[in-house]
């Protein structure tokens, strides 16, 4: 593989992401169709192989998901956990939730960048700088957010480090599919339902604000629609 065409792939979806993106200023919709587009056309022209279908793919991601979703139950089982939940910030983009969960996360969030970084990129550039790129990836999102650059960079990396090391195990890009989706949906649904009602009723000062709990779900659930 040339150097040239590996420096080529990791640089692209950076200057798409982190420049072009922005100024196109669409709203959450339009950043979700133009994410969607960029990805498919970026592995055509890459000759990305995500391999939706492989059963390792799905056995994995599945197990790695439902343990995630395992964890985030747990967290609200317990009441520390979850007024510390119940008092992190919103991150709602604004749609109604069913919207966020059903559309934005799977499409502009996972499909997006599971397709661009393990379905295509690891193959041309290797996990630890596909990784990496996917970490640079959040840059102009937390900017946007009003996030610490470099702790976000640090923790999508390692992120990207966990998804690629699942690709590799499945030669699939489902697996780390599946577990993004798991960790970026429960960080969408787990803290709205801390401050539910009937959860809020189960422990004294579950209304309580705390500081808000540091987290990779915060590092990119909220913001990989494309926001910013």
Sequence with gaps: MSAARTLLAAATPLLWHNAVLPRLALGIRGRTAANVAFATGY??????????????????????????????GA?????????????????????SVAEWIGVHI???????EELI??????????TPLTALTF???????????????LPTVAATTAAGL????????????????????????GGALTPRLARSRAFSARGTG???VGDSPSSIPQAF???????G
């Design 162 to 185: 966990v998804f690629g090391a699942l690709r590799g195990r499945s030669g699939s890009a489902t697996a780390p599919a599946l577990l993004h989706y798991a960790l970026n949906a």
């Design 43 to 72: 592995a055509r022209v890459f000759a990305g192989r995500p391999r939706w279908g492989a059963r390792a793919g799905w056995r994995l991601g599945l197990g790695a998901g439902g343990a995630v979703l395992a964890g985030y």
């Design 106 to 112: 799977p499409l502009g969030t996972v499909y997006t």
């Design 206 to 208: 579950a209304g309580t």
């Design 117 to 126: 970084f393990r379905g295509t990129l690891d193959d041309i550039a290797g």
């Design 75 to 95: 967290a609200l089982a317990l009441p520390p956990a979850r007024r510390a939940l119940a008092a992190a910030p919103d991150r709602s983009p604004g749609v």
């Design 221 to 227: 659930s909220a913001r990989g629609t494309g926001a």
């Design 135 to 149: 970490g640079l990836w959040h840059i102009r999102p937390a900017r946007a957010a009003g996030d610490e650059i």
